[in-house]
Protein backbone atom coordinates (compact mmCIF):
# COMPACT_ATOMS: atom_id res chain seq x y z
CA UNK A 1 0.00 0.00 0.00
CA UNK A 2 1.47 3.70 -0.64
CA UNK A 3 0.70 6.17 1.82
CA UNK A 4 2.02 9.78 2.19
CA UNK A 5 4.47 10.26 5.38
CA UNK A 6 5.53 13.73 5.81
CA UNK A 7 4.56 14.65 2.26
CA UNK A 8 7.03 11.79 1.04
CA UNK A 9 5.06 8.55 -0.55
CA UNK A 10 6.29 5.54 0.79
CA UNK A 11 5.56 1.56 0.13
CA UNK A 12 4.56 0.21 3.77
CA UNK A 13 4.04 -3.31 4.06
CA UNK A 14 0.61 -3.99 4.84
CA UNK A 15 -0.20 -5.48 8.05
CA UNK A 16 -0.75 -9.50 7.93
CA UNK A 17 -0.98 -12.51 10.13
CA UNK A 18 0.53 -15.71 9.11
CA UNK A 19 -2.03 -17.28 7.61
CA UNK A 20 -1.86 -14.94 5.18
CA UNK A 21 1.24 -16.09 3.90
CA UNK A 22 0.70 -18.44 0.19
CA UNK A 23 2.99 -21.26 1.76
CA UNK A 24 3.68 -22.55 -1.64
CA UNK A 25 4.81 -18.86 -2.83
CA UNK A 26 7.63 -18.61 -0.20
CA UNK A 27 10.77 -16.92 -1.68
CA UNK A 28 13.61 -19.20 -2.25
CA UNK A 29 16.54 -16.94 -1.83
CA UNK A 30 15.83 -13.79 0.77
CA UNK A 31 19.06 -11.04 0.83
CA UNK A 32 19.05 -8.65 3.21
CA UNK A 33 21.03 -5.51 3.93
CA UNK A 34 20.90 -5.15 7.62
CA UNK A 35 20.69 -1.33 8.19
CA UNK A 36 20.55 1.04 11.07
CA UNK A 37 22.34 -0.62 13.67
CA UNK A 38 24.48 2.40 14.66
CA UNK A 39 20.96 4.81 14.36
CA UNK A 40 19.18 2.34 16.46
CA UNK A 41 22.05 2.70 19.53
CA UNK A 42 22.22 6.44 18.81
CA UNK A 43 18.28 6.74 19.14
CA UNK A 44 18.89 5.49 23.12
CA UNK A 45 22.10 7.27 23.49
CA UNK A 46 24.11 4.19 23.07
CA UNK A 47 27.44 3.62 21.89
CA UNK A 48 26.82 2.91 18.14
CA UNK A 49 28.05 -0.83 18.94
CA UNK A 50 25.52 -1.45 21.23
CA UNK A 51 23.16 -1.29 17.87
CA UNK A 52 26.00 -4.41 16.53
CA UNK A 53 25.19 -6.28 19.35
CA UNK A 54 21.53 -5.86 19.26
CA UNK A 55 21.33 -6.81 15.63
CA UNK A 56 23.50 -9.97 16.40
CA UNK A 57 20.27 -10.66 18.28
CA UNK A 58 17.91 -9.82 15.42
CA UNK A 59 19.71 -12.59 13.35
CA UNK A 60 19.52 -15.02 15.71
CA UNK A 61 15.65 -14.63 15.90
CA UNK A 62 15.07 -14.25 11.48
CA UNK A 63 17.43 -17.15 10.77
CA UNK A 64 15.32 -18.97 13.14
CA UNK A 65 11.95 -17.51 11.44
CA UNK A 66 13.28 -18.23 7.95
CA UNK A 67 14.04 -21.47 8.07
CA UNK A 68 10.65 -22.22 9.39
CA UNK A 69 9.21 -20.13 6.42
CA UNK A 70 10.87 -23.05 4.35
CA UNK A 71 13.25 -20.37 3.00
CA UNK A 72 16.11 -21.94 0.95
CA UNK A 73 18.76 -19.58 1.12
CA UNK A 74 19.31 -16.41 3.83
CA UNK A 75 21.77 -14.24 2.65
CA UNK A 76 22.89 -11.19 5.36
CA UNK A 77 25.28 -8.32 4.57
CA UNK A 78 27.07 -8.43 7.37
CA UNK A 79 30.21 -6.28 6.30
CA UNK A 80 31.06 -4.54 2.86
CA UNK A 81 34.05 -4.12 1.24
CA UNK A 82 33.74 -0.14 2.28
CA UNK A 83 32.68 -0.66 6.23
CA UNK A 84 36.86 -0.35 6.73
CA UNK A 85 35.95 3.49 6.11
CA UNK A 86 34.42 3.21 9.48
CA UNK A 87 36.39 3.86 13.34
CA UNK A 88 38.99 1.35 14.55
CA UNK A 89 37.13 1.08 17.46
CA UNK A 90 33.77 0.02 15.45
CA UNK A 91 35.44 -2.11 13.19
CA UNK A 92 36.74 -4.44 15.41
CA UNK A 93 33.95 -4.96 16.79
CA UNK A 94 32.23 -5.93 13.72
CA UNK A 95 35.35 -8.38 13.49
CA UNK A 96 34.60 -9.81 17.36
CA UNK A 97 31.16 -10.01 16.22
CA UNK A 98 31.33 -13.12 13.88
CA UNK A 99 33.16 -14.78 17.15
CA UNK A 100 30.78 -14.43 19.49
CA UNK A 101 27.46 -15.18 17.32
CA UNK A 102 28.66 -18.54 15.80
CA UNK A 103 30.15 -19.17 19.31
CA UNK A 104 26.55 -18.90 21.05
CA UNK A 105 24.66 -19.93 18.04
CA UNK A 106 26.46 -23.16 15.90
CA UNK A 107 24.29 -25.78 18.39
CA UNK A 108 21.25 -23.70 17.52
CA UNK A 109 22.07 -23.77 13.65
CA UNK A 110 23.05 -27.53 13.89
CA UNK A 111 19.35 -27.79 15.36
CA UNK A 112 17.52 -26.27 12.87
CA UNK A 113 19.55 -27.98 10.34
CA UNK A 114 21.00 -24.60 8.89
CA UNK A 115 24.31 -25.00 6.74
CA UNK A 116 26.63 -21.66 7.11
CA UNK A 117 28.11 -20.19 4.49
CA UNK A 118 29.81 -17.24 3.70
CA UNK A 119 30.78 -14.98 0.89
CA UNK A 120 33.42 -12.26 0.61
CA UNK A 121 37.34 -11.86 0.95
CA UNK A 122 37.57 -13.63 4.21
CA UNK A 123 41.45 -13.68 3.43
CA UNK A 124 41.28 -10.20 4.69
CA UNK A 125 39.28 -10.52 8.09
CA UNK A 126 41.52 -11.16 11.29
CA UNK A 127 42.92 -14.24 12.08
CA UNK A 128 40.13 -14.84 14.80
CA UNK A 129 37.36 -14.10 11.86
CA UNK A 130 38.54 -16.26 9.90
CA UNK A 131 38.77 -19.16 12.01
CA UNK A 132 34.97 -18.73 13.81
CA UNK A 133 34.08 -18.16 10.17
CA UNK A 134 35.90 -21.68 9.17
CA UNK A 135 34.81 -23.20 12.14
CA UNK A 136 31.27 -23.03 11.54
CA UNK A 137 31.09 -23.82 7.84
CA UNK A 138 32.96 -27.39 9.12
CA UNK A 139 30.56 -27.62 11.84
CA UNK A 140 27.40 -27.57 9.62
CA UNK A 141 28.41 -28.56 6.78
CA UNK A 142 26.35 -31.87 7.25
CA UNK A 143 23.13 -29.96 7.61
CA UNK A 144 20.74 -30.10 4.23
CA UNK A 145 17.88 -27.61 5.36
CA UNK A 146 18.17 -23.52 4.99
CA UNK A 147 21.40 -22.26 3.95
CA UNK A 148 22.51 -19.26 5.88
CA UNK A 149 24.88 -16.96 3.76
CA UNK A 150 26.98 -14.05 5.00
CA UNK A 151 28.56 -11.45 2.66
CA UNK A 152 31.31 -10.36 4.94
CA UNK A 153 33.76 -8.26 3.66
CA UNK A 154 31.80 -7.95 0.01
CA UNK A 155 31.66 -6.01 -2.35
CA UNK A 156 29.33 -6.49 -6.11
CA UNK A 157 32.02 -4.40 -8.11
CA UNK A 158 34.97 -6.19 -6.52
CA UNK A 159 32.89 -9.24 -7.08
CA UNK A 160 32.44 -8.43 -10.40
CA UNK A 161 36.29 -7.44 -11.01
CA UNK A 162 37.49 -10.89 -9.53
CA UNK A 163 35.17 -13.10 -12.02
CA UNK A 164 36.47 -11.02 -14.81
CA UNK A 165 39.64 -12.16 -13.62
CA UNK A 166 38.81 -15.34 -13.40
CA UNK A 167 37.42 -15.95 -16.74
CA UNK A 168 39.87 -14.09 -18.17
CA UNK A 169 42.49 -16.23 -16.99
CA UNK A 170 40.34 -19.54 -18.15
CA UNK A 171 40.32 -17.77 -21.68
CA UNK A 172 44.49 -17.25 -21.48
CA UNK A 173 45.00 -21.27 -20.03
CA UNK A 174 42.78 -22.45 -23.69
CA UNK A 175 39.89 -23.56 -21.35
CA UNK A 176 37.50 -20.85 -22.29
CA UNK A 177 36.47 -19.19 -25.68
CA UNK A 178 35.53 -16.09 -25.72
CA UNK A 179 32.28 -16.43 -28.11
CA UNK A 180 31.55 -19.20 -25.63
CA UNK A 181 31.43 -16.22 -22.27
CA UNK A 182 27.44 -16.38 -21.64
CA UNK A 183 25.90 -15.46 -18.51
CA UNK A 184 25.86 -18.94 -16.79
CA UNK A 185 30.07 -18.58 -17.29
CA UNK A 186 29.20 -15.42 -15.06
CA UNK A 187 26.95 -17.17 -12.76
CA UNK A 188 29.71 -19.82 -12.48
CA UNK A 189 32.31 -17.21 -11.53
CA UNK A 190 30.54 -15.23 -8.68
CA UNK A 191 30.47 -15.75 -5.34
CA UNK A 192 27.10 -17.27 -5.08
CA UNK A 193 28.21 -19.55 -7.26
CA UNK A 194 28.16 -22.08 -4.56
CA UNK A 195 24.44 -21.51 -3.95
CA UNK A 196 23.04 -22.84 -7.01
CA UNK A 197 20.44 -23.17 -8.05
CA UNK A 198 19.13 -20.28 -5.75
CA UNK A 199 22.31 -18.31 -6.76
CA UNK A 200 20.01 -15.16 -6.90
CA UNK A 201 17.47 -13.16 -4.31
CA UNK A 202 14.07 -13.56 -5.37
CA UNK A 203 13.09 -10.93 -2.52
CA UNK A 204 16.09 -8.06 -1.32
CA UNK A 205 15.13 -6.11 1.64
CA UNK A 206 16.81 -3.08 3.05
CA UNK A 207 16.07 -1.88 6.67
CA UNK A 208 16.41 1.62 8.14
CA UNK A 209 14.50 3.90 4.93
CA UNK A 210 17.65 3.96 3.37
CA UNK A 211 16.69 3.00 -0.53
CA UNK A 212 20.08 1.92 -1.74
CA UNK A 213 22.12 -1.02 -2.62
CA UNK A 214 25.20 -0.08 -1.45
CA UNK A 215 27.36 -2.09 -3.22
CA UNK A 216 25.52 -5.59 -2.65
CA UNK A 217 24.76 -8.47 -4.99
CA UNK A 218 24.31 -5.80 -8.35
CA UNK A 219 24.27 -8.92 -10.57
CA UNK A 220 22.35 -10.71 -9.38
CA UNK A 221 19.44 -8.85 -8.23
CA UNK A 222 18.13 -7.95 -12.13
CA UNK A 223 15.03 -9.31 -11.44
CA UNK A 224 15.11 -9.33 -7.56
CA UNK A 225 11.67 -7.89 -5.81
CA UNK A 226 12.57 -4.88 -3.77
CA UNK A 227 11.28 -4.23 -0.63
CA UNK A 228 12.24 -0.83 1.87
CA UNK A 229 11.30 -0.99 5.17
CA UNK A 230 11.27 1.80 8.07
CA UNK A 231 12.62 0.57 10.53
CA UNK A 232 15.92 0.09 11.80
CA UNK A 233 17.33 -3.51 11.66
CA UNK A 234 17.66 -4.36 15.62
CA UNK A 235 14.23 -3.80 15.32
CA UNK A 236 12.82 -6.08 12.76
CA UNK A 237 11.82 -9.47 13.25
CA UNK A 238 9.91 -12.62 12.30
CA UNK A 239 6.35 -10.30 11.76
CA UNK A 240 8.31 -8.18 9.64
CA UNK A 241 9.63 -10.59 7.88
CA UNK A 242 6.26 -12.05 7.10
CA UNK A 243 5.23 -8.54 5.71
CA UNK A 244 8.19 -8.43 3.12
CA UNK A 245 7.12 -11.31 1.88
CA UNK A 246 3.43 -10.62 1.96
CA UNK A 247 4.31 -7.32 -0.13
CA UNK A 248 6.93 -9.87 -2.74
CA UNK A 249 3.75 -12.02 -3.05
CA UNK A 250 1.50 -9.21 -4.06
CA UNK A 251 4.21 -8.44 -6.50
CA UNK A 252 3.94 -9.29 -10.65
CA UNK A 253 7.09 -11.12 -11.58
CA UNK A 254 7.19 -10.85 -15.30
CA UNK A 255 10.96 -11.08 -16.36
CA UNK A 256 10.53 -8.57 -19.18
CA UNK A 257 7.51 -10.89 -20.54
CA UNK A 258 3.68 -10.14 -19.66
CA UNK A 259 1.88 -10.00 -16.93
CA UNK A 260 1.40 -13.44 -15.53
CA UNK A 261 -1.97 -14.63 -14.46
CA UNK A 262 -2.03 -14.30 -10.41
CA UNK A 263 -0.87 -16.63 -8.16
CA UNK A 264 1.33 -18.14 -11.15
C1 LIG B 1 24.36 -1.81 9.54
O1 LIG B 1 24.11 -0.77 10.42
C2 LIG B 1 25.46 -2.72 9.99
C3 LIG B 1 26.71 -2.57 9.24
C4 LIG B 1 26.91 -1.81 8.19
C5 LIG B 1 27.83 -3.35 9.71
P1 LIG B 1 24.93 0.58 10.37
O2 LIG B 1 26.11 0.46 11.24
O3 LIG B 1 25.22 0.96 8.96
O4 LIG B 1 23.90 1.59 11.02
P2 LIG B 1 23.59 3.05 10.55
O5 LIG B 1 23.19 2.97 9.09
O6 LIG B 1 24.83 3.85 10.74
O7 LIG B 1 22.47 3.49 11.42
C1 LIG C 1 25.46 -1.50 3.84
O1 LIG C 1 25.16 -0.56 4.80
C2 LIG C 1 26.41 -2.52 4.38
C3 LIG C 1 25.86 -3.46 5.37
C4 LIG C 1 24.63 -3.48 5.80
C5 LIG C 1 26.79 -4.43 5.85
P1 LIG C 1 26.00 0.80 4.97
O2 LIG C 1 25.42 1.48 6.14
O3 LIG C 1 27.45 0.51 4.98
O4 LIG C 1 25.66 1.56 3.62
P2 LIG C 1 25.68 3.12 3.29
O5 LIG C 1 27.02 3.66 3.69
O6 LIG C 1 24.58 3.74 4.08
O7 LIG C 1 25.42 3.20 1.82
MG1 LIG D 1 24.20 2.04 7.59
Redesign the pocket.
Known sequence: MDVVLFGRKKTVAPETSPSDLDETRIPKHVAII??????WAQKRHLP?VA??KE?MNTVKKVTIAASHLGIKVLTLY??STE?WKRSENEVNY?MQLPVDFFDTFVPDLVKENVRVNVMGYTDQLPKKTQTAVNNAIADTAHCTGMILNFALNYGGQAEIVTAIQKIAQQVVDGNQQVADITTDTVDQALMTAPLAPYNNPDLLIRT?GEERISNFLLWQIAYSELVFTEG??PDFDDAELRRCISQFQQRDRRFGGVKQPKNK
Open positions: MDGNGRRGHGAFNLSYW
